[in-house]
């Protein structure tokens, strides 16, 4: 299994622009999410989708979209970038059940800058 | 959801014991506690969870008091590969809307 996979790694956007954050998981967990975390901050939850066709927010929604049509890919949209979306994204999957440890698994993350 | 407190950093060296205090004094009856661990430029790693009691894994072990408004998270003879930053969160295990705080760094030290 690869995992939480995300690309791109690194990306600069210029302030207006718009771009995709892409993220899928092979482990078939229908929970996934999408975190931002700033420097000496712990990570706060953007949007999460408990399955294929169920999207919700979290914390910090606004500026972002999301949309799930396959239980494996969970894109993150940015309409307009500002700069205070400079950040650093993870996604993460996990298995909904409720029962039992219910562990995250977490990609490698995505460093966006914003000019 | 439970506000956790646990501290900002704490410094160690190789081969003590690392002990993280995590306070949660609103935790619901229905919350499990969770600690993730963060290298720098990767995302969490689930390390352990627990309800009460004790629970010890490979990695670490974890302690609830009865009362379970606190948490310690115990690493073992810990090395300069622990050098982290640890999360304590708390919450039901399906709460989607589960948040990390600023987490407790921890440096290890030769």
């Known amino acids: 299994n690869a995992g939480v996979t995300q690309t791109p790694k690194f990306q600069v956007l210029k302030t207006g622009q718009s771009m995709t954050l892409q993220c899928a998981q092979d482990?078939?967990?229908?929970?996934m999410s999408w975190y931002r975390q700033d420097p000496g901050m712990g990570l706060r939850l953007i949007h999460y989708s408990v399955g294929a066709g169920i999207t919700d927010q979290g914390e910090v929604p606004n500026g972002y979209n999301v949309s799930r049509s396959t239980t494996e890919d969970f894109p993150l949209r940015l309409l307009s970038a500002a700069p205070s979306q400079t950040s650093v994204y993870f996604c993460?999957?996990?298995?909904?059940?409720?029962?039992?440890?219910?562990?995250?698994?977490f990609g490698p993350g995505t460093r966006l800058t914003v000019l | 959801l439970a506000k956790t407190t646990q501290p900002i950093s704490m410094d160690s060296y190789e081969g003590q014991e690392v002990n993280i205090t995590c306070s949660h004094n609103?935790?619901?009856?229905?919350?499990?506690i969770t600690w993730y661990q963060q290298f720098p430029s990767q995302g969490p790693r689930f390390i352990i969870q627990?309800?009460?009691t004790k629970v010890t894994n490979e990695v670490a072990s974890l302690f609830i008091p009865a009362d379970r408004k606190s948490s310690t998270l115990s690493l073992p003879r810990v090395s300069l590969s622990d050098t982290a930053v640890y999360y304590c969160?708390?919450?039901?295990?399906?709460?989607?809307?589960?948040?990390f705080g600023a987490g407790t760094t921890v440096t290890v030290r030769a």
């Open positions: 482990m078939n967990h229908e929970y």
């Open positions: 627990g309800y009460k």
């Open positions: 993460a999957s996990s298995y909904s059940l409720g029962q039992g440890e219910d562990t995250q698994y």
């Open positions: 609103n935790i619901a009856t229905n919350d499990y």
């Open positions: 969160l708390v919450g039901v295990v399906y709460d989607y809307k589960l948040s």
